[in-house]
């Protein structure tokens, strides 16, 4: 498959070249030249399929021949290494997990499989490859569990100091290895600013090849297509019109479900659920699209200002504002709205969920007021002891720490400080 850029100046790119670039010479992302639907049979019988088949047949065209198939195969069944359950709540509300995997972030599955194709990639190559990431939150762990031990790949995360919960930092700050987190002095938005600058800056480009592994990145974007459809897998019999309501921050998520709709999935609707940071809940009030500095949340993984993928969900849509209203609905709710929910699930429905899926259901209620008749899946997006205190203090009960989280907890923090883009230039151009 090519990808072009959707700035449009750049030329057509191959798959390979799209994921060791990451962002086109354009600053545009990489987008597939065609999408074409699965046969109705796939869907028909989904339900027979296990989710290693389900996952490669919803991602071959976009990967195959550059890969082939016994190697895509076996990327897939690594990548997929645990479960996704659903839960259902209500009759009009359930929940899809998707926090089973090694950093209990549903990250680790776009993560994983970036990783691994980057490792294919270099199996011909002895270029060493940098992947320079910003994370709000959940990025770091994954992509940094993801890629730990991948040869010929150096992981540098960058993340706002204080602004990431204990366990977060723990998981990206401890592993050494090829992976080193630069603590920045500032948020979300700077760390994103200094990594587009350093994709910009030829200074280091020329002496480095760099890569992203943010859901900029086909690689880690598209992957992300198989949740919806294991979610359809497990609820088609059950349901008929099946609403994703997906807790949204750069929106990779969400524009990943809106790919596997176009895949033929028979989806009815997306609800965008937002916190404070709410940019496309304003666009689709006002049809004006203005990009606000970060707010931070208790779910800060979704405090994003200018969410990096909503060019791509415009493009699965033609750029016609209308047509996507059909599609798309938008909410925002606050941190106390979002701690009220929290405890709502665990008083009513005995169900302990992160503040990020706690903003999915609620955007799931609210969807639910004007559509009764859907069924709305809530994506729990994170395991809520990544969000201890706020979680515990909240539910008013001790979470047991599962292993994955036990592990680090005793682990030594190690981290570089910067503040300004020269140190992370200069940290670059030493490393
Ligand atoms: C990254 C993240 C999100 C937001 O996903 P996007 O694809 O950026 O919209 C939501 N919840 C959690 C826990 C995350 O880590």
Not at 67 to 84: A, G, H, M, N, Y
Not at 162 to 188: C, P, R, W, Y
Not at 269 to 277: E, I, Q, Y
Request: proline share 5%; aromatic share 10%; net charge negative.
């Amino acid at each position: 498959m090519n990808y072009y850029s959707l700035n449009k100046i750049a030329p057509i790119s191959t798959f390979k070249n799209s994921v060791i670039k990451g962002l086109a010479p354009d600053k545009g992302l990489y987008f597939p030249e065609s999408i074409t639907p699965l046969p109705a049979s796939f869907f028909d019988t989904i339900e027979h399929l296990t989710n290693e088949t389900i996952a490669y047949e919803t991602i071959k065209q976009f990967v195959l021949p550059e890969i082939p198939e016994d190697d895509l195969k076996q990327i897939v069944s690594e990548t997929l290494s645990f479960d996704f359950p659903v839960v259902t709540l209500t009759n009009s509300i359930s929940t899809l997990e998707l926090f089973h995997g090694p950093t209990m972030a549903f990250k680790d599955v776009g993560a994983r499989f970036m990783a691994r194709c980057l490792g294919y990639f270099n199996k011909e190559n002895t270029q060493e490859v940098t992947v320079l990431v910003a994370t709000s939150g959940d990025t770091g762990g994954a992509v940094a569990h993801g890629f730990l031990g991948v040869k010929g790949v150096k992981v540098v995360i960058l993340y706002p100091s204080g602004k990431v919960s204990d366990i977060q930092e723990k998981q990206l700050t401890t592993l050494k290895k090829n992976i080193t987190a630069l603590e920045v002095n500032g948020t979300f938005d700077d760390c994103q600013a200094m990594v587009k600058q350093a994709f910009l800056d030829e200074s280091i480009t020329n002496h480095k090849q760099l890569t992203s592994a943010n859901s900029i990145n086909v690689a880690r974007w598209l992957p992300q297509m198989f949740y919806f459809m294991f979610a359809y897998k497990q609820l088609k019999n059950k349901h008929e019109k099946l609403v994703f309501s997906v807790p949204s921050g750069n929106f990779g998520n969400i524009c990943a479900g809106m790919m596997a709709q176009q895949l033929g999935l028979p989806v009815a609707h997306f609800v965008a659920s937002n916190n404070a940071n709410k940019v496309v809940t304003e666009y689709l009030l006002t049809k004006n699209y203005e990009p606000k500095p970060s707010v931070q949340t208790i779910s800060n993984a979704m405090d994003v200002g200018n969410p990096s993928n909503f060019v791509r969900i415009e493009a699965i849509y033609n750029n016609d504002f209308q047509y996507l209203k059909q599609h798309l609905s938008s909410y925002s709710f606050t941190d106390t709205q979002t701690i009220n929910a929290l405890k709502e699930l665990y008083n009513e429905y005995n169900y302990v969920a992160d503040p990020h899926g706690a903003v999915g259901y609620l955007g799931a209620k609210e969807y639910l007021k004007e559509r009764p008749d859907s069924h709305v899946v809530f994506l729990e997006t994170a395991h809520p002891t990544k969000f201890l205190d706020v979680v515990e203090a909240t539910i008013q009960e001790n979470v047991e720490l599962p292993e994955q989280i036990l592990k680090v907890m005793d682990k030594k923090k190690q981290s570089i400080k910067i503040s300004t883009y020269e140190e992370l230039k200069s940290f670059l151009l030493e490393h």
